[in-house]
């Protein structure tokens, strides 16, 4: 049986999906194929997202944010989106979730703070529906 896999898709790709991207990497290692990506990408990763993560153990300065491709989604079982709206496209036999999170841009670590713990929670509520063990 091959790995699940999962796209989480932000407007962006600078804040909310890479932090998913990274959780999800995290706390599933390999069992979980993981991309995220944007609708209209950004230059570089949010460095208070950065610094935010790096509180918690998880490096991810070195991420770039990437486009969203119509092949991203079709390699894709679960695409989670967070706040692309009509931007994030739909393709049939997908399994969708839209996570409301508030947007990082332009907050300071104390405002990522706590998007950062839902995304962690949502991550791990997500990886038992992910993997029967």
Known sequence: MSKPSVLFVCVHNAGRS??????????????????????????????????????????????????????????????????????????????YLDWPLADPAGQGVEAVRPIREEIEKLVKELIPTLITE
Do not use: W
């Open 18 to 95: 890479q932090m998913a991207a990274a959780f999800l990497t995290h706390f599933a290692h390999d069992r979980i194929e993981v991309r995220s990506a944007g609708s209209e990408p950004a230059k570089n990763i949010n460095p208070t997202v950065v610094a935010a993560m790096a509180e918690v153990g998880i490096d991810i300065s070195n991420e770039i944010p990437k486009v969203l491709t119509t092949s991203t989604v079709e390699q894709s079982d679960v695409v989670i989106t967070m706040g692309c709206g009509d931007a994030c496209p739909f393709y049939p036999g997908k399994r």
